[in-house]
């Protein structure tokens, strides 16, 4: 049973269109993550979070952006979508406890027209 | 320059067979690795992990094993069953100052035929 949630599933959106994806998770988990993923290639790490107020970048330059106001919400936005975004957006959460465990919500797939 | 390496693509195996899915690293500072698996339109859940101190990890049906020396990882499926077709991703973790971080491979998509 999933407990972290992302919304929209799906999106299909023009070009210059702002959009912003919810992640929400009810674990209590401290850190929180982005990932992005193509079909047939590996997920890339495009932004984390150690917890309230705290955000970097990851490995992949993305020109979304990220915010945690709440332990349990980390939405991302993107201020004016290209096609270049369409994507595969996966958001996790893990507990304090590093041991690499990731729960992953269902993802939300954006194709940007 | 990928870091983790699966270098097969796919991999057919017929039920009750053993299916075998490898990855190969590069870093020699990843000092934990994981499986993942991930159905179609799902996200990907954690299926078993291994330190880099151990060569073996057994979860049932499940078994990972690491050749620390040769840089790869094999995870074995025994028997195999349909449920199992799906993408598995390995994915490393290192012990330095970004040990939050996975990099994953590109993923394997297993099926299972009855």
């Known amino acids: 049973e999933a407990d972290i949630y992302q919304t929209p599933r799906y999106l299909v959106i023009g070009t210059g269109k702002k959009i912003t994806l919810e992640c929400s998770q009810t674990?209590?988990?401290?850190?929180m993550y982005w990932y992005q993923q193509d079909p047939g290639m590996e997920l890339h790490l495009i932004h984390y979070?150690?917890?309230?107020?705290?955000?970097e970048k990851g490995d992949l330059s993305s020109e979304s952006t990220v915010s945690r106001i709440r332990t349990e919400h980390f939405p991302l936005t993107l201020e004016s979508a290209r096609p270049s975004h369409t994507s595969q957006y996966l958001c996790a959460s893990s507990p304090q406890a590093n041991t690499g465990e990731l729960f992953f919500g269902e993802g939300s797939r954006l194709t940007v027209l | 320059d990928q870091q983790v390496k699966q270098n097969s693509p796919s991999l057919s195996v017929q039920e009750g067979r053993i299916s075998i899915l490898n990855c190969d690293y590069t870093?020699?500072?990843?000092?934990?690795f994981l499986w993942y698996k991930k159905y179609p339109a799902e996200g990907p859940t954690f299926l078993i992990s291994?330190?880099?101190?151990?060569d073996k990890n057994e979860d049932g049906r499940f078994t990972v094993f690491l050749n620390k020396s040769a840089k790869h990882l094999s995870l074995h499926i025994v028997p195999s069953q349909p449920g199992d077709s799906a993408v598995y991703f390995c994915a490393a973790k290192h012990s330095g100052g970004s040990n939050y971080k996975l990099t994953f491979g590109k993923g394997t998509l297993l099926t299972v035929n009855p």
């Open positions: 979070s150690y917890g309230v107020n705290s955000t």
């Open positions: 870093n020699s500072m990843f000092d934990y």
């Open positions: 674990m209590g988990h401290d850190k």
């Open positions: 291994i330190s880099s101190i151990k």
